[in-house]
T-cell receptor, first 117, second 112 residues
């Protein structure tokens, strides 16, 4: 069965610091990769996604992620964080395991990001 | 506005009682999902349904049941057999052929 691992449970940064959140997955086949964000009191929403093509994908609010197939990784980055980036971030992997046309999303444990002004 | 609604936002129940969480979507999505979110464990899939009158168990289905009688509705029942039901429950949906899951606001269930 596939699994997703996020390395940090809680990251604390000051505004303008650079961010990198780690995500590794275990699955040998074709994957679609996602980062979701959950701002305090809000719905879980999609930050960015990778299906194929350029392994460097850009998302909303200045976030980007790089898919490195050889490392089974999909790390999230932002050059300069803001206080409003305080949220919980989830990495997710979709495979076609199980034969469903919709696939199945497996989520990491989540990383809480706290940005101090 | 199109979206997913879950009600209620907070729910309290006594131990031993079954409780049903509502999930409705007006996005015309075929697939719907239920997840449970616990601190430090991310989201874990309880049940999912790709089409009306059909559903499959996810990773942690024990103690839960679902139905899918209408395309727009996918209620989740937390039964008394669920050993640790207090959690935040999220409903999601996906369009046919789509990859992105859209999430509802969640229901926080507390069993006393």
């Amino acid at each position: 069965a596939q699994s997703v691992s996020q390395h940090n449970h809680h990251v604390i940064l000051s505004e303008a610091a650079s961010l990198e959140l780690g995500c590794n997955y275990s699955y040998g086949g074709t994957v679609n990769l996602f980062w979701y964000v959950q701002y305090p009191g809000q719905h879980l929403q999609l930050l960015l996604k990778y299906f194929s093509g350029d392994p460097l994908v850009k998302g909303i609010k200045g976030f980007e992620a790089e898919f490195i197939k050889s490392k089974f990784s999909f790390n999230l980055r932002k050059p300069s964080v803001q206080w409003s980036d305080t949220a919980e971030y989830f990495c997710a992997v979709k495979t076609n395991a199980g034969g469903t046309s919709y696939g199945k999303l497996t989520f990491g444990q989540g990383t809480i990001l706290t940005v101090h002004p | 506005d199109g979206g997913i609604t879950q009600s209620p936002k907070y729910l309290f129940r006594k131990e031993g009682q079954n409780v049903t969480l509502s999930c409705e979507q007006n996005l015309n999505h075929d697939a719907m999902y239920w997840y449970r979110q616990d601190p430090g464990q991310g989201l874990r899939l309880i049940y999912y349904s790709q089409i009306v009158n059909d559903f499959q168990k996810g990773d942690i289905a024990e103690g839960y049941s679902v139905s899918r009688e209408k395309k727009e509705s996918f209620p989740l029942t937390v039964t008394s057999a669920q050993k640790n039901p207090t959690a935040f429950y999220l409903c999601a949906s996906t369009a046919s052929g789509g990859n992105e899951q859209f999430f509802g606001p969640g229901t926080r269930l507390t069993v006393l």
